[in-house]
């Protein structure tokens, strides 16, 4: 029986053993756990990984395709665009030009006393075309073209008229432009020089001693005096003139010799501008006899030689000097009769000029103030009658689709204070001696078309002999489209 008991209690002693080992404590069911999360994190990580790989392999051969591609298209590119680029000359060109349809209407015109005269309208046209080309930056090259009677120099319109017959395209300008620069270690900009048949270079605010269609000819320079803005001052223009108008082959031709100051300044957003001018005419009796269908001249037998610089449409309205010319005996027994010939204007021409204009801007609906003077004197005139003013204001300005201006001035031209030929051609009948106010108003219709409707009322200021004097409307209504 103690045997028994021994063997029993052994038997239990190993299974309470047995039963010990194999109970799990709480620390190594902790580090069980933890030991299982590393290892499917482990199992994460690396899926991670491939997956990674696999869009960074997918990403390279997608960023060569996108590589490849780009520089496929950039070929294509290159080689379309050698395929319809333009030759060099023709970017370097420039294609400028506008038309324009004129009503005008001349209403109470002067006339002389006892002759009915009645209103005048008529329709006109105005056709320009120009080419520039640049060589390079320091030498262009322009010519234009316009309509209009080839022997009036301050007129390129052309009246519908004559049973639809051709008009006339003429050559108006032809200028070279030479603006030397670093080429020659200068400062761009610092000097230009214009030679040939040209717009007027100098610094304007109207037409009263030079009309905008006339293209002068012969040369000037510009000069831009400051390098950059100086204080209030912003820039200084000095234009030098040398214009020709006759030229004769056994005597001496006709000149213009002249010069501008042309200052330019700002007092806060307010711009200045003015000019300062000195313009002295040699042998402008040359413009006088153009005007004469007679003649002074006579060959070694004594015929008469025509007046080959004849001109019937300069407009002139200076005091001229005539000659009663007796042509010399060329049949025996008959006397020629005796013609009377211009031979010059009673006048020289020197002339001073002074121009101003104030720019104001945004002044009212956001469109600026324009407010402008001009003043002549001739030195050399013959009478008193020697001196000319302009002065008034234009409100607006018309750039954009909707854009407007209005604007007014008046002017007052003394016989003698400008050559007449050259001065404003729709002011009054045209020429000198004859004043009054001018009114208008531009709206920009479309992008490239200003409609616009100008009056002007002048009267003579010293009424000729034999001529009535009531106030001249005349009224000009346009449709222009600039490109």
Known sequence: MRRRGLVAASVG??????????????????????????????????????????????GQATQK??????????????????????????????????????????????????????????????ARLGVRFAFSDELSATIRGASGNPNDPISTNETLTGNFNRKNFNLDW??????????????????????GKFPNPIFRVGEMVFDDDLSLEGTSETFQLLEQPLGALDQVKVHALQWTFNEI????????????????????SVQVEGGLGQ????????????????????????????????????????????????????????????????????????QSNATLAVTIPDLVLNQPLR?????????DAATDDAHGWQSGARLGQTKVKGDWSLYGF??????????????????????????????GIDYQLLNPLTISARSHFTNFINRPTGMTNPTLMRLQLDALVKF
């Open 13 to 58: 002693v190993m299974l309470m053993v047995a039963a010990t080992g194999w109970a799990e404590t709480p620390t190594e069911k902790r580090l069980r756990e933890l030991e299982e999360t590393l290892r499917k994190t482990q199992e994460e990580v690396k899926e991670l990984r491939r997956q990674v790989d696999q869009q960074k392999a997918i």
């Open 65 to 126: 395709q996108v590589e490849q591609t780009a520089e496929e298209s950039k070929a294509a590119a290159s080689e379309a665009k050698k395929a319809v680029s333009l030759p060099d000359w023709l970017n370097r060109t420039t294609v400028f030009g506008d038309v324009r349809y004129r009503h005008e209407g001349f209403y109470h015109q002067p006339h002389v006393k006892d002759q009915d005269v009645t209103a005048r309208n008529r329709e006109r046209i105005r």
């Open 174 to 195: 032809a200028y070279l432009t030479f603006t030397p620069g670093k080429s020659f270690g200068l400062r761009p900009g610092v000097a230009s020089v214009t030679a």
């Open 249 to 268: 082959a056994n005597k001496e031709d006709g000149w213009m010799f002249g010069g501008q100051v042309n200052p330019s300044l700002h007092f806060g």
């Open 279 to 350: 313009y002295w005419w040699l042998n402008p009796d040359q413009i006088a006899q153009a005007l004469s269908k007679n003649t002074t001249a006579f060959t070694a037998s004594g015929a008469p030689v025509a007046n080959s610089n004849f001109n019937s449409a300069l407009f002139n309205t200076n005091l001229l000097v005539t000659k009663t010319i007796q042509p010399p005996t060329t049949t025996p027994g008959k006397k020629p009769a005796a013609f009377t010939a211009i031979t010059g204007f009673q006048s020289g021409f020197n």
């Open 371 to 379: 407010l402008f003077g001009d003043y002549v004197y001739n030195w």
């Open 410 to 439: 008046y002017e007052h031209l003394g016989q003698e204070a400008a050559i007449s030929e050259f001065t404003y051609s729709d002011f009054g009948l045209g020429g000198t001696n004859v004043e009054g106010p001018v009114v």
